[in-house]
């Protein structure tokens, strides 16, 4: 099997920084604290010059530590992949255990021993689309991962296959009798024919 063969479903190179906007909720606490004060305390007149530096300085604080968080692991994970410093493994999705939707937990599943799981709900820099989703993975699918820890950085799956226990298996053409077989089949013959066949012989 080639490259050819597979389809990428998940690359953290080329997906971009898809959590912009969770640092992007500690700017907008910085705004309702310097332009709409009223906004946190709509009873009092004023607000403490103290208490609106502190909640600035948490608001701050949270942004970049949001950003550093959710943007280095992106980059992390892009550097890795073009580097090749990922770990890899090829091989058939086994031990799927399939998230329900609406419910807290992880997706999982192994390949050749290799533990992953995963949840929508995770800010990762790697592959979290779970089946009830929309996601691709199954119990039985060949795949090719690269990995680093328990973050899926890039998916590929083996192109036109499904997974065994959902495959079916028909007879060739030539083991399904035609019509004019069954009528032939379907003919019932008197006793009498065949005790006349008997006394000329």
């Known amino acids: 099997m080639n490259d050819t063969d597979f389809i990428t479903v998940f690359n953290a190179a080329d997906i971009g920084y898809r959590y912009w906007w969770f640092p992007a909720t500690g700017l907008i606490f910085i705004y309702i604290t310097v332009f709409k004060p009223k ?23 949270w942004t970049a530590t949001a950003f550093v968080a959710t ?5 992390k994970s892009r550097e890795m992949l073009l ?6 493994v090829e091989g058939v999705v086994q031990d799927f255990v399939p998230l329900p939707y609406m419910s807290r ?14 949840a929508d709900s995770l800010l990762t820099s790697g592959f979290n689309n779970t089946a009830s989703h929309g996601g691709p993975i199954r ?3 060949y795949v090719r991962i690269w990995y680093s820890g328990n973050d899926i950085l890039k998916l590929q799956l083996l192109k036109n296959v ?17 019509q004019s077989q ?3 089949l379907s003919v019932s013959y008197p006793a009498e024919t065949f005790s006349s066949i008997s006394a000329l012989m």
């Not at 943007?71 to 980059?75: A, E, K, L, N």
């Not at 580097?83 to 890899?88: K, Q």
């Open 39 to 61: 906004l946190i305390a709509p009873n009092k007149p004023t607000i403490n010059p103290w208490l609106r530096k502190l909640a600035i300085l948490f608001s701050v604080f």
């Open 71 to 75: 943007f280095g692991g992106y980059i």
């Open 105 to 118: 937990g992880n997706e999982s599943f192994s390949v050749k021993g290799i533990h992953f799981s995963y």
């Open 162 to 178: 499904q997974a065994p226990s959902t495959t079916r298996l028909t007879p060739p053409t030539s083991a399904i009798p035609n």
């Open 182 to 184: 069954k009528a032939i």
């Open 83 to 88: 580097s090749g410093h990922a770990d890899y």
């Open 139 to 141: 119990e039985g699918l």
